[in-house]
Protein backbone atom coordinates (compact mmCIF):
# COMPACT_ATOMS: atom_id res chain seq x y z
CA UNK A 1 0.00 0.00 0.00
CA UNK A 2 3.07 2.37 0.05
CA UNK A 3 2.71 3.00 -4.12
CA UNK A 4 0.31 6.37 -3.62
CA UNK A 5 -1.03 8.26 -6.59
CA UNK A 6 -1.39 11.16 -5.93
CA UNK A 7 -5.47 11.93 -5.60
CA UNK A 8 -6.14 13.44 -9.49
CA UNK A 9 -7.88 16.67 -8.75
CA UNK A 10 -10.02 18.12 -11.50
CA UNK A 11 -11.76 21.60 -12.48
CA UNK A 12 -14.99 21.32 -14.80
CA UNK A 13 -18.04 22.12 -12.22
CA UNK A 14 -16.85 25.63 -10.97
CA UNK A 15 -15.62 27.00 -14.94
CA UNK A 16 -16.39 27.84 -18.26
CA UNK A 17 -20.32 28.96 -16.83
CA UNK A 18 -20.07 31.73 -19.75
CA UNK A 19 -20.63 29.75 -22.55
CA UNK A 20 -24.31 28.86 -21.20
CA UNK A 21 -26.29 30.61 -24.12
CA UNK A 22 -24.55 28.61 -26.88
CA UNK A 23 -24.30 25.11 -25.23
CA UNK A 24 -28.17 25.47 -24.52
CA UNK A 25 -28.91 26.87 -28.20
CA UNK A 26 -26.30 23.63 -29.64
CA UNK A 27 -27.95 21.09 -27.70
CA UNK A 28 -31.76 22.17 -27.65
CA UNK A 29 -31.54 21.79 -31.66
CA UNK A 30 -30.28 18.08 -31.42
CA UNK A 31 -32.67 15.58 -31.40
CA UNK A 32 -33.65 13.88 -28.08
CA UNK A 33 -32.40 10.57 -28.49
CA UNK A 34 -28.84 11.69 -29.37
CA UNK A 35 -29.11 13.45 -26.16
CA UNK A 36 -29.92 10.88 -24.13
CA UNK A 37 -27.51 8.26 -25.73
CA UNK A 38 -24.70 10.46 -24.91
CA UNK A 39 -25.66 10.76 -21.26
CA UNK A 40 -25.97 7.09 -21.26
CA UNK A 41 -22.42 6.88 -22.76
CA UNK A 42 -20.81 9.15 -20.40
CA UNK A 43 -22.49 6.89 -17.42
CA UNK A 44 -22.83 9.64 -15.05
CA UNK A 45 -24.72 8.37 -12.24
CA UNK A 46 -26.77 10.23 -10.05
CA UNK A 47 -24.57 12.61 -7.75
CA UNK A 48 -27.20 12.60 -4.77
CA UNK A 49 -25.98 9.40 -3.35
CA UNK A 50 -28.21 7.29 -4.30
CA UNK A 51 -26.08 6.66 -7.69
CA UNK A 52 -29.17 6.25 -10.14
CA UNK A 53 -27.79 6.18 -14.26
CA UNK A 54 -28.75 9.44 -15.34
CA UNK A 55 -29.55 9.10 -18.81
CA UNK A 56 -31.58 5.88 -18.25
CA UNK A 57 -33.52 8.01 -15.67
CA UNK A 58 -34.46 10.89 -18.73
CA UNK A 59 -35.17 8.08 -21.12
CA UNK A 60 -37.21 6.49 -19.03
CA UNK A 61 -39.70 9.83 -18.57
CA UNK A 62 -38.92 10.65 -22.23
CA UNK A 63 -40.93 7.36 -23.22
CA UNK A 64 -43.78 7.74 -21.43
CA UNK A 65 -46.86 9.79 -23.04
CA UNK A 66 -48.55 12.48 -21.20
CA UNK A 67 -49.35 16.29 -21.77
CA UNK A 68 -47.52 17.64 -18.82
CA UNK A 69 -44.21 16.41 -17.62
CA UNK A 70 -41.89 18.37 -14.52
CA UNK A 71 -38.19 18.53 -14.60
CA UNK A 72 -36.78 19.32 -10.80
CA UNK A 73 -33.56 20.10 -9.22
CA UNK A 74 -33.10 18.40 -6.09
CA UNK A 75 -30.95 21.24 -3.94
CA UNK A 76 -32.66 20.04 -0.89
CA UNK A 77 -29.59 19.43 0.39
CA UNK A 78 -29.60 18.29 3.86
CA UNK A 79 -27.17 15.49 4.61
CA UNK A 80 -25.14 15.97 7.63
CA UNK A 81 -21.51 17.21 6.36
CA UNK A 82 -22.74 18.21 2.31
CA UNK A 83 -22.52 21.51 0.90
CA UNK A 84 -21.42 21.29 -2.21
CA UNK A 85 -24.95 22.13 -3.95
CA UNK A 86 -25.23 25.53 -2.38
CA UNK A 87 -22.01 25.98 -3.89
CA UNK A 88 -22.75 25.14 -7.58
CA UNK A 89 -26.02 27.30 -7.02
CA UNK A 90 -24.41 30.48 -6.13
CA UNK A 91 -21.15 30.21 -8.27
CA UNK A 92 -22.46 28.68 -10.99
CA UNK A 93 -26.34 28.44 -11.23
CA UNK A 94 -26.78 28.79 -15.00
CA UNK A 95 -24.88 25.33 -15.70
CA UNK A 96 -27.82 24.09 -13.65
CA UNK A 97 -30.29 25.85 -15.48
CA UNK A 98 -29.16 25.11 -18.84
CA UNK A 99 -29.18 21.39 -18.33
CA UNK A 100 -32.60 21.50 -16.68
CA UNK A 101 -34.01 23.53 -19.97
CA UNK A 102 -31.94 20.24 -21.88
CA UNK A 103 -33.70 17.59 -19.68
CA UNK A 104 -37.27 19.75 -20.56
CA UNK A 105 -36.01 19.54 -24.23
CA UNK A 106 -34.92 15.62 -24.28
CA UNK A 107 -38.43 14.69 -22.26
CA UNK A 108 -41.05 17.60 -23.37
CA UNK A 109 -41.21 19.22 -20.12
CA UNK A 110 -42.17 22.98 -19.93
CA UNK A 111 -42.00 23.32 -16.11
CA UNK A 112 -38.88 23.51 -14.19
CA UNK A 113 -38.69 23.44 -10.57
CA UNK A 114 -35.69 23.86 -7.79
CA UNK A 115 -36.59 22.62 -4.69
CA UNK A 116 -34.05 24.76 -2.35
CA UNK A 117 -33.74 23.57 1.40
CA UNK A 118 -35.40 26.45 3.93
CA UNK A 119 -31.70 26.65 5.51
CA UNK A 120 -30.67 28.65 1.84
CA UNK A 121 -33.48 30.85 1.38
CA UNK A 122 -30.56 33.35 1.56
CA UNK A 123 -29.48 32.22 -1.70
CA UNK A 124 -32.86 32.36 -3.54
CA UNK A 125 -32.56 36.49 -4.24
CA UNK A 126 -29.86 35.80 -6.49
CA UNK A 127 -30.72 32.32 -7.96
CA UNK A 128 -34.03 34.33 -9.10
CA UNK A 129 -32.23 36.78 -10.55
CA UNK A 130 -29.98 34.39 -12.73
CA UNK A 131 -33.84 32.29 -13.39
CA UNK A 132 -35.13 35.87 -15.00
CA UNK A 133 -31.74 36.22 -17.47
CA UNK A 134 -32.09 32.86 -18.01
CA UNK A 135 -36.05 32.75 -19.03
CA UNK A 136 -35.28 35.93 -20.94
CA UNK A 137 -32.88 33.72 -23.02
CA UNK A 138 -35.12 31.12 -23.62
CA UNK A 139 -38.34 33.37 -24.98
CA UNK A 140 -35.08 34.81 -27.23
CA UNK A 141 -34.43 31.60 -28.55
CA UNK A 142 -38.41 30.77 -28.56
CA UNK A 143 -37.36 27.82 -25.90
CA UNK A 144 -40.54 27.05 -24.02
CA UNK A 145 -39.18 26.15 -20.79
CA UNK A 146 -40.00 28.54 -17.09
CA UNK A 147 -38.00 27.53 -13.78
CA UNK A 148 -39.64 28.46 -10.68
CA UNK A 149 -38.14 28.22 -7.29
CA UNK A 150 -39.96 25.64 -4.05
CA UNK A 151 -38.55 26.68 -0.64
CA UNK A 152 -38.58 24.17 2.05
CA UNK A 153 -39.14 24.35 5.72
CA UNK A 154 -36.18 22.56 7.46
CA UNK A 155 -37.04 18.99 6.80
CA UNK A 156 -34.31 16.08 5.90
CA UNK A 157 -36.77 13.94 4.45
CA UNK A 158 -37.70 15.89 1.90
CA UNK A 159 -34.52 15.63 0.03
CA UNK A 160 -36.28 11.76 -0.36
CA UNK A 161 -37.84 12.58 -4.09
CA UNK A 162 -41.35 11.15 -3.12
CA UNK A 163 -41.47 13.25 0.26
CA UNK A 164 -40.02 16.18 -2.03
CA UNK A 165 -43.54 15.72 -4.34
CA UNK A 166 -45.56 15.71 -1.61
CA UNK A 167 -44.25 18.45 0.45
CA UNK A 168 -44.16 20.61 -3.24
CA UNK A 169 -48.18 19.14 -3.19
CA UNK A 170 -48.74 20.94 -0.15
CA UNK A 171 -48.26 17.41 2.03
CA UNK A 172 -46.47 16.50 5.45
CA UNK A 173 -43.19 15.35 3.50
CA UNK A 174 -43.73 11.77 4.06
CA UNK A 175 -41.96 9.14 1.20
CA UNK A 176 -44.55 7.63 -0.77
CA UNK A 177 -44.59 3.55 -1.88
CA UNK A 178 -42.22 2.63 -5.21
CA UNK A 179 -43.36 1.89 -8.19
CA UNK A 180 -44.34 3.84 -9.46
CA UNK A 181 -41.30 5.89 -9.79
CA UNK A 182 -40.72 9.44 -10.43
CA UNK A 183 -40.08 8.78 -14.13
CA UNK A 184 -43.48 7.85 -14.85
CA UNK A 185 -45.56 9.20 -11.83
CA UNK A 186 -43.98 12.24 -9.63
CA UNK A 187 -45.28 15.06 -8.66
CA UNK A 188 -48.72 15.73 -9.15
CA UNK A 189 -48.66 12.18 -10.22
CA UNK A 190 -47.07 13.33 -13.67
CA UNK A 191 -43.47 11.99 -15.11
CA UNK A 192 -40.54 13.60 -13.14
CA UNK A 193 -37.04 13.92 -14.27
CA UNK A 194 -35.36 14.81 -10.28
CA UNK A 195 -32.04 15.38 -10.31
CA UNK A 196 -29.59 16.79 -7.82
CA UNK A 197 -28.01 19.68 -8.03
CA UNK A 198 -24.38 18.19 -8.57
CA UNK A 199 -25.92 15.94 -11.21
CA UNK A 200 -27.58 18.55 -13.37
CA UNK A 201 -23.88 20.64 -13.71
CA UNK A 202 -22.07 17.50 -14.57
CA UNK A 203 -24.77 16.88 -17.48
CA UNK A 204 -23.60 20.59 -18.22
CA UNK A 205 -20.01 19.18 -18.66
CA UNK A 206 -20.95 16.33 -20.65
CA UNK A 207 -23.32 18.31 -23.21
CA UNK A 208 -20.23 20.95 -23.52
CA UNK A 209 -17.50 18.52 -23.74
CA UNK A 210 -19.28 15.28 -25.07
CA UNK A 211 -19.35 12.10 -22.95
CA UNK A 212 -16.18 10.82 -23.67
CA UNK A 213 -14.09 13.45 -21.91
CA UNK A 214 -16.29 13.02 -18.84
CA UNK A 215 -15.97 8.51 -19.48
CA UNK A 216 -12.32 9.07 -19.73
CA UNK A 217 -12.32 10.05 -15.74
CA UNK A 218 -12.56 8.60 -12.61
CA UNK A 219 -12.75 4.02 -12.97
CA UNK A 220 -14.69 1.53 -14.13
CA UNK A 221 -18.42 1.73 -12.99
CA UNK A 222 -17.59 5.28 -11.38
CA UNK A 223 -17.02 7.51 -14.01
CA UNK A 224 -16.22 11.03 -14.10
CA UNK A 225 -15.67 13.39 -11.15
CA UNK A 226 -17.83 14.22 -8.04
CA UNK A 227 -17.61 17.02 -5.63
CA UNK A 228 -16.47 16.15 -2.09
CA UNK A 229 -17.56 18.32 0.85
CA UNK A 230 -14.71 17.73 3.49
CA UNK A 231 -15.21 18.67 6.99
CA UNK A 232 -14.32 17.84 10.28
CA UNK A 233 -10.33 16.81 11.43
CA UNK A 234 -9.25 17.91 8.82
CA UNK A 235 -6.20 21.03 8.20
CA UNK A 236 -8.36 22.13 4.82
CA UNK A 237 -12.14 21.91 4.83
CA UNK A 238 -13.93 23.09 1.94
CA UNK A 239 -15.24 21.46 -1.44
CA UNK A 240 -13.21 19.51 -4.04
CA UNK A 241 -13.86 18.12 -6.92
CA UNK A 242 -11.62 14.77 -7.90
CA UNK A 243 -11.72 11.72 -9.83
CA UNK A 244 -13.89 9.30 -8.27
CA UNK A 245 -12.31 5.53 -8.13
CA UNK A 246 -9.47 7.00 -5.09
CA UNK A 247 -8.54 5.00 -2.24
CA UNK A 248 -9.31 6.35 1.33
CA UNK A 249 -5.69 6.26 2.24
CA UNK A 250 -4.72 8.60 -0.36
CA UNK A 251 -7.36 10.18 0.44
CA UNK A 252 -6.71 10.75 4.38
CA UNK A 253 -2.58 11.13 3.66
CA UNK A 254 -3.95 14.39 1.47
CA UNK A 255 -6.50 15.80 3.78
CA UNK A 256 -6.13 13.99 7.31
CA UNK A 257 -4.51 16.15 10.42
CA UNK A 258 -1.75 13.24 10.49
CA UNK A 259 -3.90 11.16 13.35
CA UNK A 260 -7.24 10.22 11.62
CA UNK A 261 -9.07 7.71 13.04
CA UNK A 262 -12.00 7.25 11.11
CA UNK A 263 -13.55 8.90 7.96
CA UNK A 264 -17.19 9.17 7.67
CA UNK A 265 -18.05 8.75 4.05
CA UNK A 266 -21.86 9.87 2.65
CA UNK A 267 -23.08 11.85 5.78
CA UNK A 268 -24.63 10.02 9.11
CA UNK A 269 -27.00 7.85 6.75
CA UNK A 270 -23.34 6.71 5.14
CA UNK A 271 -20.44 4.51 6.38
CA UNK A 272 -18.14 5.13 9.26
CA UNK A 273 -14.77 3.17 7.70
CA UNK A 274 -12.18 3.05 10.61
CA UNK A 275 -8.33 3.28 10.02
CA UNK A 276 -7.73 -0.17 9.49
CA UNK A 277 -9.59 -0.18 6.37
CA UNK A 278 -8.35 2.97 4.38
CA UNK A 279 -6.07 0.79 2.31
CA UNK A 280 -8.97 -1.66 0.87
CA UNK A 281 -11.78 1.22 0.56
CA UNK A 282 -12.18 3.22 -2.38
CA UNK A 283 -14.49 5.84 -3.19
CA UNK A 284 -16.88 5.19 -5.86
CA UNK A 285 -20.42 3.40 -6.93
CA UNK A 286 -18.96 -0.25 -6.73
CA UNK A 287 -17.32 -0.09 -3.85
CA UNK A 288 -20.96 0.83 -2.38
CA UNK A 289 -19.87 3.40 -0.03
CA UNK A 290 -21.63 6.37 -1.58
CA UNK A 291 -24.70 4.44 -2.83
CA UNK A 292 -27.43 5.32 -0.18
CA UNK A 293 -30.26 5.93 -1.53
CA UNK A 294 -30.41 9.55 0.12
CA UNK A 295 -28.52 12.81 -0.77
CA UNK A 296 -25.15 11.19 0.44
CA UNK A 297 -23.21 12.44 -2.31
CA UNK A 298 -19.82 13.34 -1.35
CA UNK A 299 -19.67 14.11 2.49
CA UNK A 300 -16.42 12.76 3.95
CA UNK A 301 -15.84 13.51 7.55
CA UNK A 302 -12.56 13.40 9.56
CA UNK A 303 -12.46 12.09 13.18
CA UNK A 304 -9.29 11.83 14.73
CA UNK A 305 -8.09 9.66 17.89
CA UNK A 306 -9.23 12.62 20.34
CA UNK A 307 -13.13 12.25 19.29
CA UNK A 308 -15.41 9.73 20.72
CA UNK A 309 -17.00 7.31 18.79
CA UNK A 310 -20.18 7.15 21.20
CA UNK A 311 -20.32 10.64 20.78
CA UNK A 312 -20.38 10.81 17.06
CA UNK A 313 -23.12 8.02 16.71
CA UNK A 314 -25.47 9.75 19.54
CA UNK A 315 -25.20 12.92 17.07
CA UNK A 316 -26.21 10.69 14.43
CA UNK A 317 -28.94 9.11 16.39
CA UNK A 318 -30.57 11.81 18.04
CA UNK A 319 -30.47 13.44 14.19
CA UNK A 320 -32.27 10.79 12.32
CA UNK A 321 -34.46 10.31 15.54
CA UNK A 322 -35.57 14.02 15.03
CA UNK A 323 -36.43 13.90 11.10
CA UNK A 324 -37.70 10.12 10.63
CA UNK A 325 -40.97 11.16 9.84
CA UNK A 326 -42.60 8.75 12.05
CA UNK A 327 -44.80 7.13 9.09
CA UNK A 328 -43.61 3.48 9.39
CA UNK A 329 -42.96 2.05 12.17
CA UNK A 330 -39.40 0.09 11.74
CA UNK A 331 -38.05 3.86 11.63
CA UNK A 332 -39.87 5.84 13.95
CA UNK A 333 -39.81 3.34 16.85
CA UNK A 334 -36.46 1.92 15.61
CA UNK A 335 -34.34 5.27 16.07
CA UNK A 336 -35.65 6.34 19.39
CA UNK A 337 -34.85 2.54 20.67
CA UNK A 338 -31.46 2.75 19.18
CA UNK A 339 -30.55 6.06 20.26
CA UNK A 340 -31.78 4.58 24.30
CA UNK A 341 -30.01 1.24 23.46
CA UNK A 342 -26.51 2.66 22.83
CA UNK A 343 -27.11 5.19 25.87
CA UNK A 344 -28.74 2.57 28.40
CA UNK A 345 -25.28 0.25 27.27
CA UNK A 346 -23.60 3.35 28.07
CA UNK A 347 -24.46 4.17 31.46
CA UNK A 348 -24.35 0.43 32.42
CA UNK A 349 -28.11 0.14 32.69
CA UNK A 350 -27.74 -2.66 30.41
CA UNK A 351 -24.56 -4.81 29.33
CA UNK A 352 -23.03 -4.91 26.01
CA UNK A 353 -24.76 -7.95 24.57
CA UNK A 354 -27.38 -5.31 24.34
CA UNK A 355 -25.56 -4.18 21.06
CA UNK A 356 -26.07 -7.18 19.34
CA UNK A 357 -29.63 -6.74 20.06
CA UNK A 358 -29.71 -3.38 18.46
CA UNK A 359 -27.51 -4.32 15.35
CA UNK A 360 -30.12 -7.07 14.61
CA UNK A 361 -32.82 -4.29 15.44
CA UNK A 362 -30.88 -1.98 12.52
CA UNK A 363 -30.61 -5.02 10.10
CA UNK A 364 -34.86 -4.81 10.56
CA UNK A 365 -35.11 -1.70 9.95
CA UNK A 366 -32.37 -2.03 6.60
CA UNK A 367 -34.98 -4.40 5.42
CA UNK A 368 -38.53 -2.98 6.16
CA UNK A 369 -38.11 0.99 6.54
CA UNK A 370 -40.07 2.42 3.99
CA UNK A 371 -37.51 4.76 2.61
CA UNK A 372 -34.01 5.25 2.17
CA UNK A 373 -33.53 7.40 5.71
CA UNK A 374 -34.69 4.05 7.46
CA UNK A 375 -32.91 1.48 5.67
CA UNK A 376 -29.53 3.72 5.58
CA UNK A 377 -29.82 4.40 9.72
CA UNK A 378 -27.86 0.93 9.89
CA UNK A 379 -25.09 1.71 7.80
CA UNK A 380 -23.56 3.94 10.25
CA UNK A 381 -24.72 2.08 13.38
CA UNK A 382 -23.58 -1.19 12.49
CA UNK A 383 -19.92 0.37 10.91
CA UNK A 384 -19.96 2.08 14.43
CA UNK A 385 -20.43 -0.52 16.50
CA UNK A 386 -18.59 -3.17 14.74
CA UNK A 387 -15.43 -1.24 14.95
CA UNK A 388 -15.42 0.61 18.15
CA UNK A 389 -17.25 -1.69 20.70
CA UNK A 390 -15.10 -0.79 23.29
CA UNK A 391 -15.95 2.96 22.84
CA UNK A 392 -19.56 2.33 23.12
CA UNK A 393 -19.70 0.10 26.36
CA UNK A 394 -16.89 2.07 28.66
CA UNK B 1 -52.59 16.07 19.32
CA UNK B 2 -56.26 14.90 18.82
CA UNK B 3 -57.48 16.79 21.15
CA UNK B 4 -55.64 20.44 20.07
CA UNK B 5 -56.77 19.37 16.38
CA UNK B 6 -60.87 19.39 17.68
CA UNK B 7 -60.45 22.59 19.27
CA UNK B 8 -59.43 23.95 16.16
CA UNK B 9 -62.07 22.78 14.68
CA UNK B 10 -64.63 23.68 16.65
CA UNK B 11 -63.58 27.06 17.03
CA UNK B 12 -63.37 28.05 13.76
CA UNK B 13 -67.08 28.37 13.90
CA UNK B 14 -66.80 30.31 17.05
CA UNK B 15 -63.77 31.91 16.88
CA UNK B 16 -63.16 35.63 15.34
CA UNK B 17 -59.25 35.82 13.83
CA UNK B 18 -57.42 38.83 13.86
CA UNK B 19 -58.12 41.19 11.33
CA UNK B 20 -54.08 41.71 9.99
CA UNK B 21 -53.68 37.55 9.84
CA UNK B 22 -56.83 37.24 8.05
CA UNK B 23 -55.90 40.49 5.42
CA UNK B 24 -52.14 38.55 5.44
CA UNK B 25 -53.28 35.16 4.64
CA UNK B 26 -55.72 35.87 1.88
CA UNK B 27 -53.16 38.31 0.02
CA UNK B 28 -50.53 35.00 0.30
CA UNK B 29 -53.62 33.33 -1.61
CA UNK B 30 -54.40 35.74 -3.89
CA UNK B 31 -50.82 35.42 -4.73
CA UNK B 32 -50.11 32.14 -4.76
CA UNK B 33 -53.59 30.19 -5.69
CA UNK B 34 -55.70 28.87 -3.16
CA UNK B 35 -55.14 24.67 -4.04
CA UNK B 36 -54.01 22.23 -1.82
CA UNK B 37 -50.49 22.57 -3.40
CA UNK B 38 -49.95 26.16 -3.05
CA UNK B 39 -50.58 25.54 1.10
CA UNK B 40 -46.70 25.43 1.89
CA UNK B 41 -45.78 29.26 0.38
CA UNK B 42 -48.69 29.98 2.05
CA UNK B 43 -47.67 29.13 5.50
CA UNK B 44 -43.98 30.22 4.81
CA UNK B 45 -45.24 33.61 4.08
CA UNK B 46 -47.24 34.12 7.14
CA UNK B 47 -44.11 32.83 8.99
CA UNK B 48 -41.76 35.25 6.95
CA UNK B 49 -44.02 38.32 8.36
CA UNK B 50 -45.32 36.76 12.05
CA UNK B 51 -42.58 34.42 12.52
CA UNK B 52 -45.19 31.82 13.18
CA UNK B 53 -48.19 30.32 12.96
CA UNK B 54 -50.83 30.92 15.25
CA UNK B 55 -53.94 28.75 16.03
CA UNK B 56 -56.35 32.32 14.22
CA UNK B 57 -54.06 32.04 10.85
CA UNK B 58 -53.70 28.37 10.78
CA UNK B 59 -57.83 28.31 10.56
CA UNK B 60 -57.71 31.56 8.76
CA UNK B 61 -55.59 29.28 5.86
CA UNK B 62 -57.49 26.70 6.30
CA UNK B 63 -61.49 28.63 5.21
CA UNK B 64 -59.30 30.13 2.31
CA UNK B 65 -58.01 26.99 0.38
CA UNK B 66 -61.36 25.91 1.99
CA UNK B 67 -59.34 22.34 3.61
CA UNK B 68 -59.74 21.28 7.18
CA UNK B 69 -57.96 22.95 9.56
CA UNK B 70 -56.82 19.43 11.09
CA UNK B 71 -54.56 19.17 7.70
CA UNK B 72 -53.20 22.61 7.61
CA UNK B 73 -51.95 21.94 11.01
CA UNK B 74 -50.56 18.42 10.48
CA UNK B 75 -48.73 19.76 7.49
CA UNK B 76 -47.44 22.93 9.46
CA UNK B 77 -46.18 21.01 11.94
CA UNK B 78 -44.07 18.33 9.93
CA UNK B 79 -41.56 21.29 9.16
CA UNK B 80 -39.36 22.75 11.59
CA UNK B 81 -38.85 25.86 10.20
CA UNK B 82 -42.40 26.40 10.40
CA UNK B 83 -42.86 27.36 13.85
CA UNK B 84 -46.47 27.43 15.93
CA UNK B 85 -45.40 28.64 19.13
CA UNK B 86 -44.91 32.47 19.52
CA UNK B 87 -41.47 33.72 18.50
CA UNK B 88 -39.39 36.23 19.14
CA UNK B 89 -38.08 39.19 16.51
CA UNK B 90 -35.06 37.22 15.66
CA UNK B 91 -34.82 33.42 15.67
CA UNK B 92 -31.26 32.16 16.31
CA UNK B 93 -30.72 28.57 15.25
CA UNK B 94 -27.96 26.77 16.29
CA UNK B 95 -26.30 24.12 14.50
CA UNK B 96 -25.77 20.67 16.50
CA UNK B 97 -24.88 18.33 13.98
CA UNK B 98 -21.56 16.86 14.46
CA UNK B 99 -18.97 18.98 12.80
CA UNK B 100 -20.34 21.86 14.60
CA UNK B 101 -21.00 20.03 18.02
CA UNK B 102 -17.19 18.83 17.52
CA UNK B 103 -15.99 22.23 16.92
CA UNK B 104 -17.04 24.29 19.79
CA UNK B 105 -21.67 24.64 18.97
CA UNK B 106 -21.82 24.16 23.01
CA UNK B 107 -19.34 27.38 24.01
CA UNK B 108 -21.14 29.23 21.79
CA UNK B 109 -24.05 28.16 22.92
CA UNK B 110 -23.14 29.03 26.07
CA UNK B 111 -21.96 32.56 25.29
CA UNK B 112 -25.37 32.88 23.83
CA UNK B 113 -27.46 31.84 26.64
CA UNK B 114 -25.51 33.60 29.02
CA UNK B 115 -26.03 36.77 27.09
CA UNK B 116 -29.67 36.60 26.20
CA UNK B 117 -30.52 35.33 29.70
CA UNK B 118 -32.65 32.67 28.04
CA UNK B 119 -32.15 28.82 27.66
CA UNK B 120 -32.91 26.83 23.87
CA UNK B 121 -36.26 26.90 22.89
CA UNK B 122 -37.19 30.05 25.33
CA UNK B 123 -38.06 33.81 23.59
CA UNK B 124 -36.55 37.27 25.46
CA UNK B 125 -39.33 38.38 27.39
CA UNK B 126 -39.01 41.57 24.84
CA UNK B 127 -40.15 39.54 22.42
CA UNK B 128 -36.13 39.87 20.50
CA UNK B 129 -34.88 37.14 20.24
CA UNK B 130 -35.51 33.51 20.45
CA UNK B 131 -32.40 30.82 21.30
CA UNK B 132 -33.39 27.43 19.24
CA UNK B 133 -30.81 24.43 17.84
CA UNK B 134 -31.19 22.90 14.35
CA UNK B 135 -30.11 20.34 12.36
CA UNK B 136 -27.20 20.57 9.31
CA UNK B 137 -27.26 24.43 8.12
CA UNK B 138 -24.85 22.62 4.79
CA UNK B 139 -21.57 24.88 5.99
CA UNK B 140 -19.75 22.12 7.77
CA UNK B 141 -16.16 23.37 6.70
CA UNK B 142 -16.95 26.59 8.77
CA UNK B 143 -18.09 24.94 11.76
CA UNK B 144 -20.04 25.88 14.30
CA UNK B 145 -22.44 28.26 12.50
CA UNK B 146 -25.80 29.09 13.12
CA UNK B 147 -28.95 31.10 11.43
CA UNK B 148 -30.58 34.40 12.85
CA UNK B 149 -33.66 34.76 10.66
CA UNK B 150 -32.16 33.92 6.67
CA UNK B 151 -29.20 34.98 7.83
CA UNK B 152 -26.23 32.43 7.86
CA UNK B 153 -22.96 33.07 10.65
CA UNK B 154 -20.42 30.78 10.59
CA UNK B 155 -16.95 30.11 12.34
CA UNK B 156 -18.37 31.26 15.17
CA UNK B 157 -16.47 31.58 18.22
CA UNK B 158 -17.86 32.60 21.91
CA UNK B 159 -16.70 36.27 21.33
CA UNK B 160 -17.38 36.43 18.00
CA UNK B 161 -21.19 35.42 18.91
CA UNK B 162 -21.28 38.37 21.44
CA UNK B 163 -20.65 40.95 18.82
CA UNK B 164 -23.20 39.81 16.34
CA UNK B 165 -25.70 39.94 19.25
CA UNK B 166 -24.89 43.41 20.09
CA UNK B 167 -25.16 44.75 16.29
CA UNK B 168 -28.70 42.70 16.82
CA UNK B 169 -29.66 44.15 19.78
CA UNK B 170 -28.47 48.04 18.77
CA UNK B 171 -30.55 47.72 15.63
CA UNK B 172 -32.69 46.38 17.37
CA UNK B 173 -33.36 49.37 20.39
CA UNK B 174 -32.91 51.94 17.18
CA UNK B 175 -36.29 50.27 16.17
CA UNK B 176 -37.61 49.89 12.78
CA UNK B 177 -40.49 47.90 12.29
CA UNK B 178 -39.03 44.62 10.47
CA UNK B 179 -35.71 45.19 11.51
CA UNK B 180 -34.86 42.48 8.96
Redesign the interface.
Known sequence: METNHQLKRADFIFKNENDWKEVLRKNINRPPHELINELISSELKGRGGAGFPTGLKWKLSAEVDSDIKYVICNAD???????K??EILSLVPFKVLTAMAICGHVVDAKEGYIYL??????LKPELNKAISEFEHYCKEINLDFCIRI???????ICGEETALFE???????EPRNKPPYPAISGY?NKPTVINNVETLAHAYTIFTYGAKRFYDLGVQYSRGTKLF?????TPK???YELELGMSLTDFVNDFGDGDTKAV?VGG?SGFLVPRKRFAETTIGYEGKLIGISLPTGGSM?L?NSS?SMF??LD??LE?FR??S?GQCTPCRVGCQQLLKGIKAVKTGEKNAGHLDKLLRLAETMQFTAKCGLGQSVANSFSSIVENFREEMIY | MLDYCLLILFSSHYFKPMDTSATLVKNLADQYGRSRHNLLPILQGVVEQEKYLSESSMIEIARELDMPASEVYGTATFYSFLEHKKMGRYIIRVCKTITCSMKGKNQVLLAIEDMLKIDVGETTPDGTFSLLQTNCLGFCHKAPTMLINNDVYTDLTPEKVRDILSEYLTKSKEGGQNGN
Open positions: EGEPGTFDRRGEYFFFMGSGAYSMEGKRGMSVSGDPGIQAMFRNVNYFEEC
